[in-house]
Nanobody
Framework: QVQLVESGGGLVQAGGSLRLSCAAS????????MGWFRQAPGKQRELVAS???????NYVDFVKGRVTISRDNAKNTVYLQMNSLKPEDTAVYYC????????WGQGTQVTVSA
């Protein structure tokens, strides 16, 4: 059974940093592209960063220069390092395949105070 477990969220002040982790099981992780999504209250879930199985990364404009996605195939884990956090980054963050999604995990809450 496929399982995605996100962790690492929390409450930080604007300008702070967080490192999110997502452990995957039930899939051959190394061959799958992965992404980080976020969903703010009252808004649709959106993709913010992705990484191919070969390690090529892609970011949406509003996070470029502030976040870094990486993966450790030996640990079946994808990470999102977030720096210079802004209040508008407040959301629940999820990992999943960028397309043809797997079942969603519970997400991890990121709250950025002004």
């Amino acid at each position: 059974q496929v399982q995605l477990v996100e962790s690492g969220g929390g409450l930080v002040q604007a300008g702070g940093s967080l490192r999110l982790s997502c452990a995957a099981s039930g899939i051959t992780f190394s061959i799958n592209p992965m992404g980080w999504f976020r969903q703010a209250p009252g808004k649709q879930r959106e993709l913010v960063a992705s990484i191919t199985r070969g390690g090529t990364t892609n970011y949406v404009d509003f996070v470029k220069g502030r976040v870094t996605i990486s993966r450790d195939n030996a640990k079946n884990t994808v990470y999102l390092q977030m720096n210079s956090l802004k209040p508008e980054d407040t959301a629940v963050y999820y990992c999943n395949r960028p397309a043809i999604h797997l079942g969603w995990g519970q997400g991890t809450q990121v709250t950025v105070s002004a």
